[in-house]
């Protein structure tokens, strides 16, 4: 008897979404599990966004910081660099120097750095706060209004200020990032808060948060594996966005790639395992359902670029 190969079928579908003006990227839209093209339609690979700055990094580990050292400086001149160098697929530019801890940064600093960099690059754009809540909510709405029509992602858009994210991102023609903390029904309630306020659900990146290999990785993963087992097997409309995994601020800050040779031999070579534990992770939670990530060494980046291809 002739083997047949078992499928498994699904009722719900991911919302596909595409980014960008000039040159665009497309993610989501399957209606099967990750890679699982026998079971389904899978049709566009995931997005892979390079991290930039407004301000130097100082606080990245020298192993990811030299790859950018000549440019770094600036963000215009590292987001070329990502773009013409690097055939990056978007960028992702975090504006960090916002922060009150940091710099402090105004929003309209953050407006003038958002408009310079569209005009330098021709990718999708990804701009992201400083994760300071209150700061965020009057940085991003700047932000969004500097980039308007420019079909950016911005985010992220949190309990304590969807509102003003949510309602700039609706009024300037971008796509929004919704972040809850680690917990499918947090993320479902954000999605809903969210959508109630007339935000189309089919313009929502969802992130669950992240974790790096070692630390919490499983749990990120069963979170974002049971967001993604909801929207196709319940047909959840609620959890159909793609899923966002911001892999590389979560790797780098981890001992395992910042710790000195001298100090642990056995670990090997501080780059080299930088690397990996980045690569490790970005796949991980490509598996789990990630379809949009966002790293830093371009090493890295290559090597789940070619995990992608291979594996479509």
């Known amino acids: 008897m002739a083997f047949v190969e078992p499928k ?9 979404l595409t980014i960008g003006s000039d040159k665009t990227a497309v993610f989501g839209g399957e209606n099967a599990l990750p890679f699982l093209t026998v079971d389904g339609n899978y049709p566009n690979k995931p997005v892979i966004a390079y991290e930039i700055q407004d301000v130097p990094p100082t606080d990245w580990p020298d192993t ?15 987001a070329k660099y990502c773009q013409n160098e690097l055939n990056a697929q ?3 530019l975090r504006l960090v120097g916002t922060h009150p801890d940091r710099e402090n940064r105004s929003a309209e600093d953050a407006a003038k750095t958002v408009k310079e960099v569209l005009a330098a690059i021709n990718v999708p754009l990804i701009i992201l706060g400083s994760n ?6 009057v940085v991003l709405v700047a932000a969004a209004e500097a980039a308007k029509d420019k079909n950016c992602v ?3 858009a949190q309990e ?41 659900k089919e313009r929502l990146v969802t992130d669950p948060m992240c974790s ?20 196709l097997t319940q047909n959840d409309a609620t959890m159909q966005p793609p899923i966002l995994a911001d892999v590389g601020m979560y790797v780098w800050k981890v001992k395992e790639t910042q710790a000195a040779e001298a100090d642990v031999p ?9 690397i990996t534990w980045e690569v490790v992770t970005a796949g991980s939670l490509m598996v789990s359902g990630a379809e949009l990530l966002i790293m830093r060494h371009p090493e890295a980046v290559k090597a789940v670029q070619k995990f992608i291809d291979e594996l479509n």
């Open 8 to 16: 498994e079928s699904f009722a719900g579908k991911v919302y596909q």
């Open 154 to 156: 911005i985010g992220k």
């Open 132 to 137: 300071n809540a209150e700061k965020d909510s």
């Open 64 to 78: 990811v910081r030299k790859a950018y050292e000549n440019v770094s400086g600036d963000p215009v001149t590292w």
């Open 212 to 231: 790096a290999l070692g630390y919490g990785l499983e749990y990120t993963y069963s979170v974002m594996e049971r967001i993604r087992l909801a929207a």
């Open 266 to 274: 056995a670990w090997g070579n501080v780059e080299q395992r930088g």
């Open 90 to 92: 978007a960028i992702a």
């Open 160 to 200: 304590a200020n969807y509102k003003t994210i949510a309602a700039a991102a609706m009024a300037n023609n971008h796509k929004l990032i919704a972040m809850s903390e680690l917990d499918i029904n947090l993320s479902k309630q954000l999605n809903i808060l969210i959508t109630q306020m007339g935000f189309d």
